[in-house]
């Protein structure tokens, strides 16, 4: 059962646009979503993350839109840069479960000049 | 800039045979945890470990894998015996220099197994 679901697989932005990648959760106990960047050959690298308690969380060009009735919150890259070509995890995670992370499968994105 | 560390960067073993990974967390940090990443596929949660015990486990994680905090700064995975489908890299997180950030996991660049 895929507790995390992620979309779009992959997305192509052109410079200076925004990107916007989305996911839904099914576990209502979940309370900690974090987005993770992933750069190839390297580490996912926690990028921003936000609490169900507050419906956005805004850290420079990122933020993320949270809709607890909807079981979903998204993630905005404003004026997108090509260094911001990589790929997005989201994931989800509840203290009663030793902090696990459960991941989407990804978003690969591309931003082209 | 504190950082998670891992050695070594790629293993390759012949099937059947044991392996250990080796991370060493954030050093006040006191949650530490294990996933993997097939290539291509999503990173998969493995085990969670706090205060010298599993806190934590995927149905992944079954009796041919374990964890180890040796000393004071590294934590192991040990895989006994490898088995083809092992094949992933590997990463080490680490989270919790103190209550409240306990949610904020820190990966390391992890290790790439290859199983022959």
């Known amino acids: 059962q895929q507790q995390v679901k992620q979309s779009p697989q992959s997305l192509i932005v052109q410079k200076g646009g925004i990107s916007i990648i989305n996911c839904a959760y099914e576990?209502?106990?979940?309370?900690?979503f974090p987005w993770y960047q992933q750069f190839p050959g390297k580490g996912p690298a926690l990028l921003i993350a936000?609490?169900?308690?507050?419906s956005e969380k805004k850290e420079g060009r990122f933020t993320i839109s949270f809709n607890k009735s909807a079981k979903q919150f998204s993630l905005h890259i404003m004026d997108s840069q090509p260094g911001d070509s990589a790929t997005y995890f989201c994931a989800a995670s509840w203290r009663n479960s030793g902090y696990a992370l459960n991941f989407g499968k990804g978003t690969s994105l591309l931003v082209t000049p | 800039e504190p950082e998670v560390t891992q050695t070594p960067s790629h293993q390759v073993t012949q099937m059947g045979q044991e392996v250990i990974l080796r991370c060493v967390p954030i050093s006040n940090h006191l949650y530490f945890y294990w996933y993997r990443q097939i290539l291509g596929q999503k990173v998969e949660f493995l085990v969670s470990f706090y205060n010298n015990e599993i806190s934590e486990k995927s149905e992944i994680f079954d009796d041919q894998f374990s964890v180890e905090r040796p000393d004071g700064s590294n934590f192991t995975l040990k895989i006994r015996s490898t088995k083809l489908e092992d094949s992933a890299m590997y990463f080490c997180?680490?989270?919790?220099?103190?209550?409240?950030?306990?949610?904020?996991?820190?990966f390391g660049p992890g290790t790439r197994l290859t199983v022959l």
């Open positions: 936000i609490r169900p308690d507050v």
């Open positions: 997180a680490s989270s919790g220099g103190r209550e409240g950030d306990y949610n904020e996991q820190f």
């Open positions: 576990n209502t106990a979940f309370d900690y």
